[in-house]
């Protein structure tokens, strides 16, 4: 099994700053890709940002120069540093993860995961 946690959601207003953590846990072998992705009321899921094991990044057009993604490996744990927020960033971000995992070597599997969920609300 393995979960994904994440922290840091909340009100803040227009202009300010948020910082999300995603921490993996569980029969963790390694994680690859890690990222975030958003559902505001009434729309699709959409990617935010995303990085590699190796630490490429890629980013929405929408959030670009305003949103750092991060990791850190040794701790399983993602980051999303969001700056200049807009009412528009209003949405349940959630945490998605591709993880090798399994109770031994011999057993090893790929899993998505996403986390729960965590509510960031901008106000106006």
């Known amino acids: 099994q393995v979960q994904l946690v994440e922290s840091g959601g909340g009100l803040v207003q227009a202009g300010g700053s948020l910082r999300l953590s995603c921490a993996a846990s569980?029969?963790?072998?390694?994680?690859?890709?890690m990222g975030w992705y958003r559902q505001a009321p009434g729309k699709q899921r959409e990617l935010v940002a995303r990085?590699?094991?190796?630490?490429?990044?890629n980013y929405a057009d929408s959030v670009k120069g305003r949103v750092t993604i991060s990791r850190d490996n040794a701790k399983n744990t993602v980051y999303l540093q969001m700056n200049s927020l807009k009412p528009e960033d209003t949405a349940v971000y959630y945490c998605?993860?591709?993880?090798?995992?399994?109770?031994?070597?011999?057993?090893?599997?790929?899993?998505?995961?996403w986390g729960q969920g965590t509510l960031v609300t901008v106000s106006s």
């Open positions: 569980g029969s963790i072998f390694s994680i690859n890709a």
């Open positions: 990085i590699t094991s190796g630490g490429s990044t």
């Open positions: 998605n993860a591709g993880v090798v995992a399994g109770p031994g070597l011999a057993s090893l599997r790929y899993l998505e995961v």
